[in-house]
C-alpha cells in the first residue's frame, strides 16, 4: 500500500514527472497508464515533414484538331517548309500535286492566314484544294473511268469541292455527268444537292417515275418539284418543267415531266366537289441546315394559335431589309420572329405576311390521320386577304370563340363567316433526321 511518505519530491524540475516511476515502479504506470511513457515521451521529435501525396496531373481536355499529314508527292517529300511554299506561291505543277502541301505546313504551325500572306491562295481556296484533291483521291481508288479523271488533271478542283458530301459512288457518277455536260461550279452544287436530297422525296409526287441511279433524274426530280412551288400557269412554273426536261435522263422521267408540262389535271375544269381541283396550299418539311443554305430569306413575326386574336391583329404589318449589311427593320418591336427560305408563295408577303404556331397538326383540313402524330407546325398567312371567296381556299378564322382553325371558304361560309383572319398561303412542317412522308394534294379534305 501507498502512502504519501512513500513517494519521493521531486526535486529537479527539469526531470519530467514521471521519470521516478518509470525508473522505480515501472508496474504502477503500465497499471494506470494504456500506453508506455518511456516510450512516447522519450521518442525523439523528428522535424522532418511527411511528403503530401502529389495532386494528379490535370489532364488536357481540349486537344486542337491537327489534320494527318497527306501523303507528298515523290519530287516534293525532300523539300522544306520554305521549299514547299515556294511550289505554292508559283504554283509549280499539277494543283493536286501541290495541294497536299498545304495540310503539311498546316501540321508545322503555319495558319491559313500565314499561308495566303506568302502564297496568295487564300484560306477558302486552300480548303478547296484540300478537299478536292481527297475527293478525286477517292475517285481513283474506285477506279472510275481515266477519261473522266484525266478532265481534273489541269483544273476542275471547284467542281470536285462542290461534289464532296456524296457517297463514293454516286462521286463517280456525279463528275461522268458533269464532265459529259460541261457543268459549271454552280451546276454541280446544284446536283449534288439533288442527288443528296432524292432519297427523301421518295413520297413526293411523281417521284417513282425518277431514277436515282442517274444523276440527271435526280437534278430534273430537283427542278420537277421546283415547279411544283409555282402557281399553274406561270413563267417560273413553266421554266422549272423545261430544265426539268432538258437533264432528265430515263424515259419514264421525260415522259413525266412532259405530262405536267402539257398540263396533265391542271388543265381540267373546276369541279367544286372534285378533291383533285382544290386551291392547292404547299405543305413544305423543313431541311436541316436548309434556311443557312438559301440565298434569299424572309422573316416574319410568330403569334402563338393559344393566344387571342388581339396578338395577330397587333403584329408588324412589314418588315424589311435595307443597307450594305441588309440589315432587317420592323415596323414596330415584336418577341417572336422566325427565318424561313424566300419561297415562292413567300416572295410576295413583305407586308401583310404573319406566322401562326400550333403544337397539334390537326387544325389543317387534310384527311388522313397518319400526318397528325401530335407534331407541331407553322401556319403562313395573308392577312391583306381576308374576304371568304373561294370555296376552295383556305383561311384562318376564329369560329364559335373555339380557338384558331383552318378551314375551307365553303366550310366558312356554312357557318356564315364572311372575313377570316386571313388566306393560308404556306404550311411549314418541322425538321426531322430521317426522311419522312410528305403531304400530297390528295390528303386535303
Same mark, same amino acid.
Given at each position: ?29 503500465? =497499471? ?30 481540349? &486537344? ?11 519530287? =516534293? ?92 459512288? &454516286? ?49 430534273? =426530280? ?39 408540262? @402539257? ?6 375544269? @373546276? ?34 394559335? @393559344? ?139
Amino acid at each position: 500500500m501507498l502512502s504519501s511518505t512513500s513517494l519521493n519530491p521531486i526535486t529537479n524540475p527539469k526531470i519530467p514527472f514521471f521519470s521516478s516511476f518509470s525508473i522505480q515502479n515501472p508496474s504502477l504506470l503500465s =497499471f494506470h497508464l494504456p500506453f508506455s511513457p518511456s516510450k512516447t515521451l522519450l521518442k525523439p521529435i523528428s522535424a522532418t515533414l511527411i511528403p503530401s501525396t502529389p495532386p494528379p496531373q490535370q489532364q488536357q481536355l481540349y &486537344q486542337p484538331f491537327r489534320p494527318p499529314p497527306s501523303p507528298l508527292p515523290p519530287k =516534293f517529300r525532300s523539300l522544306d517548309a520554305q521549299g514547299r511554299l515556294d511550289v505554292l506561291a508559283n504554283r509549280n505543277g499539277l494543283w493536286f500535286e501541290y495541294a497536299p502541301l498545304i495540310p503539311s505546313l498546316y501540321q508545322e504551325g503555319f495558319s491559313p492566314p500565314s499561308i495566303e500572306e506568302i502564297t496568295g491562295i487564300t484560306g477558302v481556296e486552300q480548303n478547296r484544294l484540300i478537299v478536292a484533291s481527297q475527293v478525286r483521291g477517292s475517285l481513283i481508288q474506285s477506279k472510275t473511268d481515266e477519261d473522266v479523271m484525266s478532265f481534273f488533271d489541269t483544273g476542275g478542283a471547284e467542281l470536285l469541292y462542290e461534289i464532296r458530301l456524296l457517297s463514293a459512288s &454516286q462521286r463517280a457518277e456525279a463528275v461522268r455527268y458533269i464532265v459529259e455536260n460541261g457543268l459549271d461550279a454552280k451546276g454541280a452544287q446544284d446536283l449534288a444537292r439533288a442527288m443528296k436530297d432524292f432519297p427523301r422525296r421518295k413520297m413526293d409526287k411523281g417521284w417513282k417515275s425518277f431514277e436515282y441511279g442517274l444523276p440527271g433524274d435526280c437534278l430534273s =426530280f430537283m427542278y420537277y418539284r421546283l415547279s411544283r412551288e409555282h402557281r399553274n400557269p406561270s413563267e417560273q412554273r413553266t421554266a422549272a418543267l423545261m430544265q426539268a426536261l432538258q437533264v432528265a435522263e430515263s424515259e419514264s422521267a421525260k415522259k413525266e415531266v412532259s405530262e405536267e408540262l @402539257e398540263g396533265g389535271e391542271d388543265e381540267k375544269p @373546276e369541279k367544286d366537289d372534285d378533291l383533285e381541283y382544290r386551291v392547292r396550299v404547299p405543305v413544305v418539311r423543313m431541311q436541316f441546315g436548309e434556311v443557312a443554305e438559301a440565298t434569299s430569306v424572309v422573316v416574319l413575326p410568330v403569334c402563338m394559335a @393559344e393566344e387571342d386574336t388581339k396578338e395577330l391583329l397587333e403584329a408588324p404589318l412589314e418588315c424589311r431589309s435595307g443597307g450594305d449589311f441588309g440589315v432587317v427593320e420592323a415596323e414596330k418591336g415584336w418577341k417572336r420572329w422566325v427565318v424561313l427560305p424566300s419561297w415562292e408563295p413567300l416572295a410576295g408577303l413583305r407586308h401583310g405576311g404573319v406566322v401562326v404556331a400550333f403544337s397539334d397538326a390537326r387544325v389543317i383540313p387534310w384527311k388522313s390521320n397518319r400526318w397528325y402524330k401530335e407534331e407541331a407546325i407553322l401556319v403562313v398567312m395573308d392577312r391583306n386577304r381576308k374576304e371568304v371567296e373561294v370555296d376552295a381556299a383556305f383561311y384562318l378564322a376564329m369560329v364559335d370563340g373555339g380557338g384558331l382553325k383552318v378551314d375551307t371558304g365553303s366550310a366558312l361560309k356554312e357557318m356564315g363567316v364572311k372575313e377570316s383572319l386571313g388566306t393560308v398561303v404556306l404550311v411549314v412542317r418541322p425538321p426531322k433526321e430521317e426522311s419522312d412522308d410528305q403531304l400530297s394534294d390528295e390528303d386535303w379534305e
